[in-house]
């Protein structure tokens, strides 16, 4: 495709894309420290040495699939890796903790909510494609107010496994309608958000243009630093003598 050619649909990743994710995930992982030392009496080091052993523990056991993200479970195998019994309850109150720190640390990234009502004014089909459970990506796209301006969200909790797949992107090009599928732009922050190459050849999408923070070996695939890029990609896409 030409890069001037504008986009009949726009396939956004969620985490590190719309947001920054580091800071809100370390926000989230300090309120646990606290809750482990105010309310189990276990001292953060030693929580903390548990709770990244039980991510590593739960992403071996269940490999590629949504539920390998799940706090919850990371802090019921951490409470065991500690010498705790089984406490289902408390595990549901430190994931609460954990997200509701997470989302006050949550802001939208300059440009977002301007690319996303200027690809609405130019009848641009707009999707997430998004590797965690619905629950908390559905609340995290609330917390963002993006979700009014997103037309179809997948998550890959609705796939045996994650976007890497193609099987999230295969179940949104199952779901919107072929003309959205003539020319899809991607954004994400790593290459698996955009995997146009391996779409055109199986005959997914027919064509299409990527942006991933950093390099990519791809040739549809670009490499991007702020959303205002992406937007100039649009505006000169749109314009008459493009």
């Not at 802001?107 to 965690?132: F, K, S, W």
């Not at 199986?202 to 070996?217: A, E, P, Q, T, Y």
């Amino acid at each position: 495709m030409t890069a001037t050619q504008m986009p009949t649909m726009v396939v956004f990743d969620l985490d590190d894309t719309l947001y920054e994710y580091e800071p809100c995930n370390t926000a989230g992982k300090d309120a646990l420290f606290r809750f482990a030392t105010e309310e189990l009496g276990v001292m953060s080091p030693a929580f903390e040495q548990a709770y990244t052993q039980a991510r590593v523990n739960v992403k071996k056991r269940l490999g590629p699939t949504a539920s390998s993200h799940s706090r919850l479970l990371y802090c019921h195998e951490a409470m065991e890796l500690i010498g705790l019994r089984s406490e289902p309850h408390v595990a549901l109150v430190m994931e609460q903790e954990y997200w509701r720190n997470y989302m006050l640390a949550m802001e939208l990234r300059p440009g977002v909510a301007d690319l996303l009502q200027a690809l609405r004014y130019n009848d641009v089909v707009t999707a997430i494609v998004t590797d965690l459970t619905a629950q908390i990506q559905f609340r995290k796209l609330y917390h963002l107010d993006v979700a009014k301006l997103i037309d179809h969200v997948v998550c890959s909790e609705e796939t045996a496994l994650e976007k890497a797949s193609l099987q999230p992107f295969e179940l949104l090009a199952a779901r919107v309608t072929s003309s959205a599928l003539d020319c899809v732009w991607f954004v994400g922050d790593q290459d698996f958000d955009a995997p146009v190459d391996v779409l055109v050849e199986r005959g997914v999408i027919k064509d299409g243009l990527g942006f991933v923070h950093g390099s990519s070996g791809q040739d549809r695939v670009r490499p991007w630093r702020t959303v205002r890029e992406i937007e100039d990609q649009l505006d000169r896409s749109a314009s008459p003598s493009s």
